[in-house]
């Protein structure tokens, strides 16, 4: 069965959206960041609730909850082209505007002062108005007369096929009272006609997709220019190629490399092993900056979480003692958790970490107690081996 609301549209729209950190960190694009998660967060339910309302409704109530969910597809989605800077295919001299009311208005009388009739978005937000009654006092349309006021006080969702015309469409019954006449009016419109047009300008979210893909690939362009300053130290290579990382708004690990290349060993009987690890670190570089020059985030974090992984020891408590010590002793913990670290990494040099290296916590900084941890764990690991 096809479904008016095409939940693909949404979700490729939901898959671009989410490719790049762009849309949530730079200034033009706040207010689209704040409206496309407001959009996709509802969007589901409104798509589910037309989708399963595709039948003439049975009760006023149940036509009313298909105008609130049409309405927010309808205006979300004009919000987001708007924002976007997204030509409307529905403009005012378009023919494809005047799609699916109308007839309608000609049969009621629904003529703007040029003598022509008002566009399908002209119309739906009439037929908003009215089935809603808010505002209740209806005068804001232009092809009312002059002074006209209009109130609706009942909708009749499913008019009986026996008042209508032979093959005629299911239509949704609006009660009319106005100013301008004595008599009740009745606006007759066709069901199937209130879900084409959601399902209409709903399909005009592709076009939004289409223009995130050609933001995305304009700054992927701009990205592949960026090239990193190979330094004659290794440390201020990566902090050339953490800056590329970070002017892109991708969260790395690169910024815990540079503090492990920086520790300088308190005790001489370290000094050898944090020189061989910072090594191992300095080799990587070249394949780093493959990553970063390449676009390859994925990569490069992959690559990152094996350089960075720690193999912890088998005995009991060393998980718990290798993750208070690493969520410890860092800038952001508070001093309760930076007393409870150090005593964690005294807790682990006595029970394994003797055996590689050296670690004093009274002497030392956080920065070479987690990378002798590191060491200890990885010498502990290949001994068991």
Same mark, same amino acid.
Not at 167 to 189: C, G, Q, R, W
Not at 199 to 223: A, D, H, M, V
């Given at each position: 069965?096809?479904?008016?609301?095409? !939940?693909?549209?949404?979700? !490729?729209?939901?898959?671009?959206?989410?490719?790049?950190?762009?849309?949530?960190?730079?200034?033009?694009?706040?207010?689209?960041?704040?409206?496309?998660?407001?959009?996709?967060?509802? +969007?589901?339910?409104?798509?589910?609730?037309?989708?399963?309302?595709? +039948?003439?409704?049975?009760?006023?109530?149940?036509?009313?909850? %298909?105008?609130?969910?049409?309405?927010?597809?309808?205006?979300?989605?004009?919000?987001?082209?708007?924002?976007?800077?997204?030509?409307?295919?529905?403009?005012?001299?378009?023919?494809?505007?005047?799609?699916?009311? $109308?007839?309608?208005?000609?049969?009621?009388?629904?003529?703007?002062?040029?003598?022509?009739?008002?566009?399908?978005?002209?119309?739906?937000?009439?037929?908003?108005?009215?089935?809603?009654?808010?505002?209740?006092?209806?005068?804001?349309?232009?092809?009312?007369?002059?002074?006209?006021?209009?109130?609706?006080?009942?909708?009749?969702?499913?008019?009986?096929?026996?008042?209508?015309?032979?093959?005629?469409?299911?239509? =949704?019954?609006?009660? /009319?009272?106005?100013?301008?006449?004595?008599?009740?009016?009745?606006?007759?419109?066709?069901?199937?006609?209130? /879900?084409?047009?959601?399902?209409?300008?709903?399909?005009?979210?592709?076009?939004?997709?289409?223009?995130?893909?050609?933001?995305?690939?304009?700054?992927?362009?701009?990205?592949?220019?960026?090239?990193?300053?190979?330094? $004659?130290?290794?440390?201020?290579?990566?902090?050339?190629?953490?800056?590329? +990382?970070?002017?892109?708004? !991708?969260?790395?690990? %690169?910024?815990?490399?540079?503090?492990?290349?920086?520790? *300088?060993?308190?005790?001489?009987?370290?000094?050898?092993?944090?020189?061989?690890?910072?090594?191992? &670190?300095?080799?990587?570089?070249?394949?780093?900056?493959?990553? =970063?020059?390449?676009?390859?985030?994925?990569? %490069?974090?992959?690559?990152?979480?094996?350089?960075?992984?720690?193999?912890?020891?088998?005995?009991?408590? $060393?998980?718990?003692? /290798?993750?208070?010590?690493?969520?410890?002793?860092?800038?952001?913990?508070?001093?309760?958790?930076?007393?409870?670290?150090?005593? *964690?990494?005294?807790?682990?040099?006595?029970?394994?970490?003797?055996?590689?290296?050296?670690?004093?916590?009274?002497? +030392?900084?956080?920065?070479? &107690?987690?990378?002798?941890?590191?060491?200890?764990?990885?010498?502990?690991?290949?001994?068991?081996?």
């Amino acid at each position: 069965m096809d479904y008016p609301i095409d !939940e693909k549209i949404y979700q !490729e729209f939901r898959k671009n959206f989410n490719a790049t950190n762009v849309f949530e960190c730079e200034r033009e694009y706040v207010e689209l960041y704040n409206l496309g998660y407001a959009l996709l967060d509802r +969007m589901e339910k409104c798509a589910g609730y037309v989708n399963a309302h595709t +039948m003439p409704p049975k009760s006023e109530e149940e036509f009313i909850l %298909l105008m609130v969910y049409g309405s927010m597809v309808v205006d979300a989605t004009k919000l987001v082209l708007q924002l976007l800077k997204v030509e409307n295919p529905y403009t005012q001299d378009a023919q494809i505007t005047y799609s699916y009311f $109308a007839d309608i208005c000609e049969e009621n009388s629904l003529i703007l002062s040029d003598g022509k009739i008002p566009t399908d978005d002209k119309v739906w937000e009439y037929l908003r108005s009215l089935s809603f009654a808010h505002p209740f006092k209806t005068s804001r349309p232009k092809f009312l007369e002059k002074d006209e006021i209009q109130y609706s006080p009942t909708v009749t969702p499913n008019v009986n096929p026996i008042f209508l015309p032979l093959n005629a469409e299911s239509t =949704v019954d609006i009660m /009319i009272y106005s100013t301008a006449f004595p008599d009740i009016k009745h606006l007759n419109i066709p069901y199937a006609r209130i /879900i084409g047009y959601i399902s209409s300008r709903y399909q005009l979210l592709s076009l939004g997709t289409e223009k995130l893909k050609q933001i995305i690939e304009k700054k992927k362009q701009e990205w592949k220019k960026q090239k990193i300053q190979i330094s $004659a130290t290794p440390i201020d290579t990566l902090k050339s190629a953490d800056a590329i +990382m970070k002017s892109r708004h !991708e969260d790395t690990r %690169l910024c815990e490399l540079i503090p492990l290349l920086e520790v *300088q060993s308190t005790f001489e009987e370290n000094r050898l092993q944090i020189r061989a690890y910072q090594s191992k &670190i300095e080799s990587a570089i070249s394949q780093i900056v493959t990553f =970063v020059e390449s676009l390859d985030t994925d990569g %490069l974090n992959n690559y990152l979480e094996q350089i960075l992984q720690v193999t912890k020891p088998k005995y009991s408590g $060393a998980d718990y003692q /290798i993750q208070k010590i690493f969520s410890g002793l860092n800038q952001y913990a508070d001093e309760g958790e930076q007393m409870f670290g150090l005593k *964690q990494a005294d807790a682990f040099y006595k029970d394994c970490g003797y055996k590689w290296v050296k670690i004093d916590v009274s002497q +030392m900084g956080n920065e070479e &107690i987690k990378l002798l941890v590191r060491i200890a764990c990885e010498q502990e690991a290949q001994n068991k081996k």
